[in-house]
């Protein structure tokens, strides 16, 4: 029985521990920090809030400039982002969950898209570290 218990609790650990570094490190995020350069560096990018509308206004507040389409919704808005087509797209919400879900979407949808890791999580405690 302890075997087993052992067997599942390696199983389940070694998944976990996979799925967070496949999250990490894939080739289509940017840190919170890439983001700052690019928005630094790059007057053409495009950032996509995918939180809803109500979350912009809480204590993390949002990022000057961006476009929000709900993640819940951006199927079937997808193409109010066709303008956007040639141009780098950071997508970001709270922590990097739904963003990354978006992410792919768009990516699946021809668009050059980037995760930003963290959300606005990273990013609002990146600019607490700033003051």
Not at 2 to 7: A, D, T, V
Not at 39 to 66: A, C, F, T, Y
Not at 101 to 107: E, G, P, Q, R, V
Request: net charge neutral; glycine share 6%; proline share 1%.
């Amino acid at each position: 029985m302890n075997i087993i218990k052992y067997l599942f609790l390696s199983v389940f650990l070694s998944s976990f521990l996979f799925v967070g570094y496949s999250q990490k490190y894939d080739e289509n995020s940017i840190t919170v920090d890439q983001l700052r350069e690019q928005m630094n560096s790059d007057s053409n990018l495009v950032i996509l809030d995918v939180r809803n509308e109500k979350e912009l206004s809480d204590s993390l507040g949002h990022i000057e400039g961006l476009i929000n389409i709900p993640v819940q919704v951006l199927a079937s808005r997808i193409h109010e982002l066709d303008k956007y087509k040639n141009d780098e797209i950071a997508v970001i919400c709270k922590s990097g969950q739904r963003s990354s879900i978006a992410t792919k979407l768009l990516l699946k949808n021809g668009f050059n898209a980037e995760n930003v890791l963290g959300g606005m999580e990273k990013y609002h405690a990146s600019e607490k570290k700033k003051n």
